[in-house]
């Protein structure tokens, strides 16, 4: 495990040279956000206070946006998808086919030591922004509720690292993979939740999202940790989502 160790490492120093880029980064990732919060405090400006748009009312809308943006940051995959494409495409993955070291470990220790620097230098303005939104930063019900929005946390980073993995070896077969993943991202976009809570979709097409593997890389943790996914709905979705895992 040493090695891998030593590839973490080296990550972080590699990172940190640029930390001014994941900086810049956040902040700018910020206007998104306040732009989405603004829209929906629009949405409900017409509406009583106590209403509701899909089971949420405003305040749980604007929760569930914050939450969502910290979760895509501890989890979010950052151009490591390009990095092996580009590592297959000009025949740098050789060196590593002929040292005793997995590649897939290699690049998931690359992948770790990217959200570990991103986390470090985002750390500051993402506290500042949950002071802002206090008033709409919900704790979750209980402990238990807490330790499975973790587990299923944890399961959406190896989802997220490994779908970004499988697809950029599609540069084995194809010279350009970047529509490819542009269209991953495309759908992903609205299926995995980032632009609205699925709830808002027709219950068909919810229900059918539910068996593919983007619900789970954002709207399923975000959902435990507001106490919106509960009971056998829970435990069903761990399972699943734990096999998506395991396919990818």
């Known amino acids: 495990m040493n090695k891998y160790w030593h590839v973490i490492g080296v990550g972080v120093q590699n990172n940190l040279t640029y930390r001014f880029n994941f900086l810049a980064r956040t902040l700018f990732g910020f206007i998104p956000l306040l732009a989405v919060v603004f829209l929906w405090r629009t949405i409900f400006a017409d509406k009583a206070a106590d209403a509701t748009v899909a089971t949420f009312t405003l305040a749980e809308m604007t929760s569930y946006y914050l939450i969502m943006t910290i979760a895509d940051a501890l989890t979010a995959v950052n151009e490591d998808d390009w990095q092996i494409a580009a590592d297959i495409k000009d025949g740098n993955i050789s060196q590593f086919l002929l040292k005793p070291v997995d590649y897939l470990c290699f690049r998931f220790c690359l992948y770790l030591s990217g959200r570990l620097t991103y986390i ?129």
């Open 120 to 248: 470090a230098v985002a750390a500051l303005p993402i506290g500042l922004l949950i002071f802002c939104l206090r008033d709409y930063f919900g704790l979750p019900a209980d402990g238990l509720t807490f330790g499975l929005f973790l587990v299923s946390l944890i399961m959406t980073a190896l989802l997220q690292f490994l779908l970004s993995y499988t697809m950029a070896m599609l540069a084995f077969w194809v010279l350009e993979v970047s529509t490819f993943i542009f269209m991953l991202y495309a759908f992903e976009y609205i299926a995995s939740g980032h632009m609205f809570p699925l709830d808002i979709l027709p219950p068909v097409v919810k229900q059918a999202l539910y068996f593919t593997p983007f619900p789970y890389q954002l709207y399923f943790p975000v959902g435990v940790y507001m106490g919106k996914i509960t009971g056998p709905v829970l435990v069903r979705g761990l399972v699943m989502q734990s096999g998506w895992v395991v396919v990818a």
